[in-house]
């Protein structure tokens, strides 16, 4: 027996507020959450698939940037908010200049501390997450 049918054997049973927690996301892949939490999850997706130049990249060419950006300034906290702000400064000079190293370095910084506070916002979520219904 492979440990494939071992694992195939053993059924997991996830708990209520794990439920929840997959129906959020379930939802969001069919555009079916509210906002503000749409684009948390949205700017929370894409920055740990590729730091914030890919958020605002990916965001500015399927939606609304400034919209979303509005949006996640009601439900970001005070710091994240603006760590936001500043790697969208960081961002809008690289479009102009590739090459600007410095703005390189404060999207990465930015990137960090989006990590390091990661914790926030997937509190944020699971409160969201908690309310729904499975």
Not at 115 to 123: D, T, V
């Given at each position: 027996?492979?440990?494939?049918?071992?694992?195939?054997?053993?059924?997991?049973?996830?708990?209520?507020?794990?439920?929840?927690?997959?129906?959020?996301?379930?939802?969001?892949?069919?555009?079916?959450?509210?906002?503000?939490?749409?684009?948390?999850m949205t700017y929370q997706s894409e920055i740990?698939?590729?730091?914030?130049?890919?958020?605002?990249?990916?965001?500015d060419n399927v939606s609304d940037l400034k919209?979303?950006?509005?949006?996640?300034?009601?439900?970001?906290?005070?710091?994240?908010?603006?760590?936001?702000k500043k790697a969208h400064k960081a961002y809008?000079?690289?479009?102009?200049?590739?090459?600007?190293?410095?703005?390189?370095?404060?999207?990465?910084?930015?990137?960090?501390?989006?990590?390091?506070?990661?914790?926030?916002?997937?509190?944020?979520?699971?409160?969201?997450?908690?309310?729904?219904?499975?």
């Open positions: 027996m492979g440990l494939f049918d071992i694992f195939k054997k053993k059924k997991v049973e996830l708990t209520e507020e794990q439920l929840k927690w997959n129906k959020m996301w379930e939802l969001w892949t069919e555009e079916k959450t509210k906002s503000p939490y749409t684009e948390l740990n698939n590729g730091g914030h130049s890919q958020y605002f990249c990916n965001v919209k979303e950006m509005s949006a996640l300034e009601k439900i970001l906290t005070s710091p994240l908010y603006k760590n936001l809008l000079i690289l479009e102009e200049n590739e090459e600007d190293e410095n703005a390189d370095e404060i999207l990465e910084q930015c990137d960090n501390v989006f990590y390091e506070n990661e914790e926030q916002i997937n509190f944020i979520l699971q409160e969201y997450a908690n309310k729904l219904e499975i």
